[in-house]
């Protein structure tokens, strides 16, 4: 049984990675051709901000349609649901022509039905993984694997949309995504289902406690207020979401525009390279000090932003690779290390609604910074930039030219990390002494 259990997630996991993956490229794909029209940040940070938006809408759709859904019907429905939507923007973008563009609206409508069904999908997922291993070890690697898939998407998406926007145009980035679907459904419809997990009751029990509470904000404040390990696991969602998706936008963007185009398949191969190291090194080792390895990580990776904003590192290929190399290898040890957290803080019997709740955290947070972001760049930093009042030698730190309102906004992004964690120490550090330290 625990073998087929093995097995079953195993084509789930890889289901749920091609798909995520190409659903990221063809959005990644779609905003940077936006950008590369206008020249605004904002069009490119739209597009992410509709998908995110949706993807909260669909957290009250789950818990109140879909979780007695059997696992294998629903995960059909939403890799279908996805397939369809790429059918619909390859006739809206490809069939339009030069003097007539696609309307902005459709197209967002469309991606915003794609990213509902990638919602309830990653939170079935997120929620069955401890219930088909029991084993804490293989359930320790489990999550890893899990959540990995975040750490490759946000280190392969960006750059790989980027490229094959460059050199196949949208249609590349379509085939790309309505082959990964066409896989991902494949996987869930060849999985090794057991006869007790389609017939396992999947309903959500009526629990009588304030999770229960109307509005995923008041739920998320009863969790807040309900132990220490909750509050924390919540501040590191919250901090790495928000910094990881305005890097989304942030870096794509700054290379484009600083930097040849073919630095952008070098970054493609470094961070593909930085990401196996790191999951290795999950996988083999650091797993098991997750609790540890976590906020270590965190502050190696604000270093690097912090040196991202100065102009000495610009133009030291060594440095620069050597820096993305080891931000990529962190980021699937930061996934998996969060993903752990909410595994040990979450009930068996309460699943779905942990897990609603960490992704309603983590899904607004990334809408704010998808937001937020690009607002401030294209309308407080770059005309704060222009100011003459600088002095000299902050202005030749910083550097001048294409791109320099990136990099300084991703340096920016490094000293959120550092006061995230230093006020999670000083506001959080003290745990009570009536909570049982079971997660961070």
Same mark, same amino acid.
């Not at 996991?13 to 206008?38: D, E, M, R």
């Not at 509050?231 to 525009?257: C, D, G, I, M």
């Not at 979450?346 to 937001?371: N, Q």
């Given at each position: 049984?625990?073998?087929?259990?093995?097995?079953? *997630?195993?084509?789930?996991?890889?289901?749920?990675?091609?798909?995520?993956?190409?659903?990221?490229?063809?959005?990644?794909?779609?905003?940077?051709?936006?950008?590369?029209?206008?020249?605004?940040?904002?069009? =490119?940070? +739209?597009?992410?901000?509709?998908?995110?938006?949706?993807?909260?809408?669909? +957290?009250?759709? =789950?818990?109140?349609?879909?979780?007695?859904?059997?696992?294998?019907?629903?995960?059909?429905?939403?890799?279908?649901?996805?397939?369809?939507?790429?059918?619909?923007?390859?006739?809206? +973008?490809?069939?339009?022509?030069?003097?007539?563009?696609?309307?902005?609206?459709?197209?967002?409508?469309?991606?915003?039905?794609?990213?509902?069904?990638?919602? #309830?999908?990653? #939170?079935?997922?997120?929620?069955?993984?401890?219930?088909?291993?029991?084993?804490?070890?293989?359930?320790?690697?489990?999550?890893?694997?899990?959540?990995?898939?975040?750490? !490759?998407?946000?280190?392969?998406?960006?750059?790989?949309?980027?490229?094959?926007?460059?050199?196949?145009?949208?249609?590349?980035?379509?085939?790309?995504?309505?082959?990964?679907?066409?896989?991902?459904?494949?996987?869930?419809?060849?999985?090794?289902?057991?006869?007790?997990?389609?017939?396992?009751?999947?309903?959500?029990?009526?629990?009588?406690?304030?999770?229960?509470?109307?509005?995923?904000?008041?739920?998320?404040?009863?969790?807040?207020?309900?132990?220490?390990?909750?509050?924390?696991?919540? #501040? *590191?969602?919250?901090?790495?979401? *928000?910094?990881?998706?305005?890097?989304?936008?942030? =870096?794509?963007?700054?290379?484009?525009?600083?930097?040849?185009?073919?630095?952008?398949?070098?970054?493609?191969?470094? $961070?593909?390279?930085?990401?196996?190291?790191?999951?290795?090194?999950?996988?083999?080792? +650091?797993?098991?000090?997750?609790?540890?390895?976590?906020?270590?990580?965190?502050?190696? @990776?604000? !270093?690097?932003?912090?040196?991202?904003?100065?102009?000495?590192?610009?133009?030291?290929?060594?440095?620069?690779?050597?820096?993305?190399?080891?931000?990529?290898?962190?980021?699937?040890?930061?996934?998996?290390?969060?993903?752990?957290?909410?595994?040990?803080?979450?009930?068996?019997?309460?699943?779905?609604?942990? *897990?609603?709740?960490?992704?309603?955290?983590?899904?607004?947070?990334?809408?704010?910074?998808?937001?937020?972001?690009?607002?401030?760049?294209?309308?407080?930093?770059?005309?704060?930039?222009?100011?003459?009042?600088?002095?000299?030698?902050?202005?030749?730190?910083?550097?001048?030219?294409?791109?320099?309102?990136?990099?300084?906004?991703?340096?920016?992004?490094?000293? #959120?990390?550092?006061? $995230?964690?230093?006020?999670?120490?000083?506001?959080?550090?003290?745990?009570?002494?009536?909570? @049982?330290?079971?997660?961070?």
């Amino acid at each position: 049984m625990a073998q087929r259990s093995n097995r079953l *997630f195993r084509y789930l996991w890889g289901g749920q990675l091609i798909s995520n993956l190409g659903t990221q490229t063809s959005l990644y794909g779609i905003g940077l051709w936006l950008f590369a029209q206008s020249g605004q940040l904002l069009d =490119f940070g +739209l597009v992410a901000m509709v998908v995110q938006a949706a993807r909260l809408l669909a +957290l009250p759709l =789950f818990l109140r349609v879909f979780p007695a859904w059997r696992p294998g019907r629903l995960m059909v429905l939403c890799h279908a649901t996805g397939a369809v939507c790429t059918a619909l923007l390859a006739v809206v +973008l490809l069939g339009s022509s030069a003097d007539e563009p696609p309307r902005l609206l459709g197209v967002l409508a469309i991606q915003a039905l794609a990213a509902v069904a990638e919602a #309830v999908l990653v #939170v079935r997922l997120s929620s069955l993984i401890p219930l088909l291993i029991s084993d804490q070890e293989r359930l320790q690697r489990a999550n890893g694997l899990f959540a990995t898939v975040d750490g !490759l998407v946000i280190t392969m998406a960006p750059f790989l949309g980027s490229w094959l926007v460059a050199s196949q145009g949208l249609g590349g980035v379509l085939l790309l995504d309505g082959i990964s679907f066409l896989l991902a459904l494949l996987s869930v419809l060849v999985a090794p289902w057991s006869q007790a997990m389609q017939q396992h009751d999947w309903a959500v029990p009526e629990a009588s406690n304030q999770l229960m509470a109307p509005g995923t904000w008041n739920r998320l404040l009863a969790l807040w207020q309900r132990s220490f390990p909750a509050r924390s696991a919540l #501040v *590191f969602t919250a901090l790495t979401a *928000f910094v990881y998706a305005s890097l989304e936008v942030l =870096f794509p963007a700054w290379v484009a525009l600083a930097y040849a185009p073919e630095r952008m398949g070098w970054v493609l191969i470094t $961070g593909c390279l930085g990401y196996l190291i790191g999951f290795a090194g999950w996988r083999w080792r +650091l797993g098991q000090q997750w609790r540890t390895v976590l906020p270590l990580s965190l502050i190696i @990776q604000a !270093l690097i932003l912090m040196g991202t904003g100065l102009q000495a590192f610009a133009h030291r290929p060594v440095v620069w690779f050597g820096a993305v190399l080891v931000f990529s290898a962190a980021l699937p040890v930061v996934m998996a290390a969060l993903h752990q957290a909410w595994v040990t803080l979450a009930p068996r019997d309460a699943l779905p609604r942990y *897990f609603s709740l960490r992704y309603g955290c983590e899904w607004s947070t990334r809408l704010c910074a998808f937001l937020g972001v690009p607002l401030l760049v294209d309308h407080g930093l770059r005309p704060a930039l222009n100011w003459p009042l600088w002095p000299a030698w902050l202005t030749e730190s910083l550097g001048t030219g294409e791109g320099r309102v990136m990099a300084i906004a991703i340096g920016g992004l490094g000293w #959120v990390i550092a006061g $995230g964690l230093s006020w999670k120490h000083l506001c959080l550090g003290a745990k009570p002494s009536n909570v @049982q330290a079971e997660g961070l």
